[in-house]
């Protein structure tokens, strides 16, 4: 059974995601990162996730980006609410963490070097990518490329990574479709910036979920404020 | 006066690489990692190298990369002693820990594009590097690459990453030659894997560094085991 690494934030994206990396018959080991985001409370969906889907181990890796500030989702700036959804895409967003996704793939590279996973699995996509510049796949396939000039298993050519983005071409009402087919209970996700009980409903994230749910013509299990 | 971001490990190559970054005259941020590795007598030295440079801020990142292991420096693996120089490079070494200047120069990423720093400054040399895949030229190219497509300043054009590379054509007593006419001062640096009082002399990097003062003729300023 090959191994595979998935990024699991707890949000609707990731899940889904997760989900299908398991439908293709992988050994799954989540990594998540408990980094001083505002909305730790997506680590506690991240663990119902894991073990909904059924992972083989679950790593959470705890580090501080607030020292080194620039975000709404890290910062004291308040994160913005009650955008449009159509305008969200046009300028990348004070929510935006510089490098993000950066330092998480590089800890699930060498998470999976370690257990010899060359599948690493990200719930980007560029259809509702909010703004993110390093949510596209011109950036991932950058990455994939260093990652194997990076690794001992790359140089070596023991084993070649992949960066798999199941999602990239995806809506993300497509994604919940996707999701749902492959009996996701997304009671269990979480997708709010906010640090609260509820999730807000008029956060960016908040607001793309809604619309999601909204084209596929179901509703969304969560309870908002 | 421009920025730059340093990666500073406490080592000799990382202060000689942050020497040369003040020459040209930035403005220097620097940037040390506390990762679960078994010498973080280095991080103490990393401190002394800062001051010394005269540095406008030191950020010292957290996390624990034990929780993966794979390696001699974070695990309950023997770190090899007494090996010969000239062999150390014929294979990858079991200090290495996998994707570990990939996870540093993505902190260093971040951090660089909040503070509207475009220069990371990182010590590695393809002369004396040790077997790390990490350390060539050609990894250091890919990680430039990609960095410039995860960044909102990479993407909108405000500024272009560039990693800056000083010591990569350089031996390690050629990096000493260079440190010495800056003025470093060596008896704060730190290069030992292991985790004593003194270094042991007998490590790799223990090896590595005296061999290097010795070429150079002069003694190494540190007191051994």
């Not at 080194?68 to 004291?76: H, K, N, Q, R, V």
Request: a negative charge.
């Amino acid at each position: 059974m090959s191994r595979a690494v998935v990024l699991l934030s707890g949000g609707l994206d990731s899940a889904t995601t997760a989900a299908v990396a398991r439908s293709e018959g992988f050994e799954l080991y989540a990594i998540s990162f408990d980094y001083g985001q505002r909305h730790t409370r997506e680590l506690e969906s991240a663990k119902l996730v894991a073990t909904s889907i059924g992972v083989k181990d679950h790593l959470i890796i705890s580090f501080d980006l607030r020292a080194m500030g620039g975000s709404a989702l890290t910062d004291d700036i308040n994160v913005p609410l009650d955008r449009k959804t159509e305008n969200m895409a046009e300028t990348i967003p004070i929510t935006y963490v510089p490098a993000r996704n950066t330092i998480f793939l590089s800890f699930a590279l060498g998470y999976a070097e370690t257990l010899k996973a060359y599948d690493i699995f990200i719930g980007v996509s560029e259809v509702d990518y909010s703004g993110y510049p390093d949510c596209r796949i011109e950036y991932i396939e950058a990455f994939e490329r260093m990652a194997n000039l990076a690794t001992k298993a790359g140089i070596e050519g023991t084993g070649r990574f992949r960066i798999r983005t199941p999602l990239i071409d995806l809506s993300k009402a497509d994604a919940i479709r996707r999701g749902l087919k492959l009996g996701l209970d997304y009671s269990l996700t979480w997708s709010c910036y906010m640090g609260d009980k509820k999730p807000c409903g008029r956060c960016d994230s908040c607001k793309l979920r809604l619309a999601a749910f909204a084209e596929v013509g179901i509703d969304d299990p969560l309870e908002y404020m």
